[in-house]
């Protein structure tokens, strides 16, 4: 009888040990949902939050405008860090005074468009359509211009300190550029090379096959023989 009597014992001390089980999960997945519930306005704000300092931490947008039809839009004083507008129609649209740092905008035609007073220094605008662009004041340092098309660009006052552009380009440049920067303070004819300046007249260390110093250098107005663009060292 006695063994009897353990062995009951036993299969209820299991017993017991399974509801204080059940009860304990229970618990702990009640204290679970309520601390998150809790935490959910929070969350919620801290989203908000990120959003209106355009990105996680306000270090930009991310935004996405790849292929996107900005033609005439209006995007003044704007945060576009870190955003991308690759093959963007961006024809006519004003984005004067706004930042786009780091943004991409390769293959981008944005003829006519409006970059005055724009931060665009750290961007990729390689192979994008510029003619007529306003670039007036505008900070492109270290931006990527190659084989991008600027003909007809107004560059008065635009910082091109380090930026990569294509020979040609930069002498076409050198013909009419004029200005100073008034974020900078750096002359648009000085930031492009136009000179004999070894340092700068033929790209960046970014660039280095132009970079390399040449037998000859540019004259003050990029350019001396009308076949190579180049004249005598003096």
């Known amino acids: 009888m006695a063994e009897d009597c353990s062995n009951k014992q036993c299969m209820k001390s ?15 997945a009640t204290a679970a949902f309520i601390s998150f519930s809790s935490d959910m306005p ?39 860090r870190r955003a991308n507008f690759t093959s963007a129609d ?41 003619n007529e662009a306003n670039l007036t004041n505008a900070v492109l340092a270290r931006t990527v211009l190659t084989r991008s098309d600027l003909g007809g660009a107004l560059i008065e006052g635009a910082d091109f300190s380090d930026a990569v552009l294509d020979l040609p380009q930069k002498q076409a440049l050198c013909k009419y550029a004029s200005g100073t920067n ?39 107005d990029g350019f001396c023989d009308e076949d190579t663009g180049l004249c005598d060292a003096k």
């Open 90 to 130: 961006m024809r006519e649209s004003d984005f004067s005074g706004s930042t786009f740092n780091g943004a991409y905008l390769e293959k981008a035609v944005a003829y006519k468009a409006n970059f005055s007073g724009a931060d665009l220094s750290d961007t990729l605008m390689d192979r994008m359509v510029l």
């Open 14 to 28: 299991k017993e017991d040990s399974k509801k204080w089980g059940k009860l304990v999960s229970t618990a702990l």
């Open 42 to 80: 929070a969350i919620a704000d801290l989203n908000k939050f990120e959003a209106n300092t355009r990105g996680e931490f306000g270090i930009g947008s991310a935004a996405q405008f790849g292929s996107a039809d900005l033609r005439k839009a209006i995007h003044v004083n704007e945060n576009f």
């Open 182 to 220: 008034p974020t900078t303070g750096v002359s648009t004819r000085a930031s492009l090379g136009c000179g004999n300046s070894r340092r700068t007249a033929y790209g960046s260390p970014s660039s280095p096959l132009l970079s390399a110093p040449p037998k000859k250098l540019l004259d003050r």
